[in-house]
């Protein structure tokens, strides 16, 4: 299957700092790029869609501006967690998909605010 | 809104057997399905996906059964091993939009 790398692993960092995360299909061209967060024992939870070059959308009761997504070229996809805070704390993963085609995953980005 | 459930968090198999994981969805336009599979501080992991014109697909050890009349999929793997231990979801799509995933189901294989 493609591959979808996201960067990093793992990240601690202390409060109130920002944390840039990044997700990069390797051998495919990502039209669309999904960020999910996971809590422990959870589902994933969407929280945002963005398309290559356009502003992303936001699930509801996600903060956009505390969650900077950009998808600026067809590899690559940030997300930004600003001023992060303990609560902030969970594994981020993100997906992507060229067309309808199926989405395949990064490996997942745990993030500990300390 | 439209959710995707599934019946059992937890299944526990031998080593050996065959498992079934169930998946109940309510979106009756929904035209795509696939099951992932998530092992412990992993991303997931894309195992096997049916569209809707199909109600059976099979890869390797594995079987995607699709029942439209009654909403249900599950995923069947042949002579399980303790590799498949692992957190398995089900994810349904409409037309190209964003996957619904299910609440996952937990594959413990005791040897």
């Known amino acids: 299957g493609a591959v979808v790398s996201q960067h990093p692993s793992w990240v601690i960092c202390k409060s109130g700092t920002s944390v840039k995360i990044e997700c990069r299909s390797l051998?495919?061209?990502?039209?669309?790029m999904f960020w999910y967060r996971q809590f422990p024992k959870q589902s994933l939870m969407l929280m945002a869609t963005s398309n290559e070059g356009s502003k992303a959308t936001y699930e509801q009761g996600v903060e956009k501006d505390k969650f900077l997504i950009n998808h600026a070229s067809l590899t690559l996809s940030t997300l930004t967690v600003t001023s992060a805070h303990p609560e902030d704390s969970s594994f981020y993963i993100c997906?992507?998909?060229?067309?309808?085609?199926?989405?395949?995953f990064g490996q997942g980005t745990r993030l500990t605010v300390v | 809104g439209e959710s995707v459930g599934l019946h059992l968090p937890t299944l526990s198999v031998q080593e050996g057997d065959n498992s079934i994981i169930n998946c109940a969805y309510s979106n009756s336009a929904s035209d795509y399905f696939i099951w992932y599979k998530q092992e412990s501080g992993k991303g997931p992991q894309f195992i096997i996906d049916?569209?809707?014109?199909?109600d059976k697909r099979q890869g390797q050890r594995v079987t995607v059964l699709l029942n439209k009349t009654v909403k249900h999929l599950s995923l069947q793997i042949a002579a399980t091993q303790p590799g498949d231990s692992a957190v398995y979801f089900c994810?349904?799509?409409?037309?190209?939009?964003?996957?619904?995933f299910g609440g996952g189901t937990r594959l413990m294989v005791k040897p």
């Open positions: 997906s992507a998909r060229e067309g309808a085609r199926e989405a395949f």
């Open positions: 049916i569209r809707s014109n199909m």
């Open positions: 994810a349904e799509g409409e037309a190209g939009n964003m996957l619904t």
């Open positions: 051998d495919f061209q990502a039209t669309t």
